[in-house]
């Protein structure tokens, strides 16, 4: 169901649970979470469903029955475990970057660049693999009703 005119907006409060890689990882003594240093890692939010938003009114009002929901990011829990500085450097994606290599025909670009672009087609394979895996027809097979 889309959130229409006349369909309320569940919301309410949320925090994030942050890893903090240490002091050694910091950009200096303003660092805290939500940097873009890296030091602090965003793994997981806990929303705590308690309202509904009546986007006609605007008026927020209690639910008869909140709930909490945990949202934790696999990669970036992975990346945590391993120890690793990025998602892509996590042990899950070693063998489709390693295969994307064998289809780089100029080696002149930039490493940066060629780091980027694999970092890229890796997350949407990822993706890709995620939609169908939930039931979404792969590219070029949708049904037209």
Do not use: W
Request: with cysteine; hydrophobic share 40%; proline share 8%.
């Amino acid at each position: 169901m889309q959130n229409t005119p006349t369909n309320p907006r569940k919301c309410g409060p949320s925090t994030e649970l942050f890893y903090d890689r240490g002091v050694e990882t910091s950009c200096g003594s303003a660092c805290q979470p939500g940097c873009p240093c890296g030091r602090f890692i965003e793994f997981a939010n806990l929303l705590f469903i308690a309202y509904t938003l009546n986007p006609q009114t605007n008026v927020i009002e209690l639910m008869a029955e909140p709930f909490v929901e945990t949202v934790i990011g696999t990669e970036r829990t992975a990346m945590i475990l391993q120890g690793v500085d990025s998602v892509f450097d996590i042990h899950s994606y070693h063998a489709v970057l390693d295969g994307i290599e064998n289809f780089i025909t100029n080696e002149d670009l930039p490493l940066q660049l060629i780091r980027k672009s694999k970092h890229i087609i890796v997350d949407h394979l990822r993706a890709l693999c995620v939609l169908v895996k939930n039931g979404a027809p792969p590219p070029g097979k949708a049904t037209i009703l």
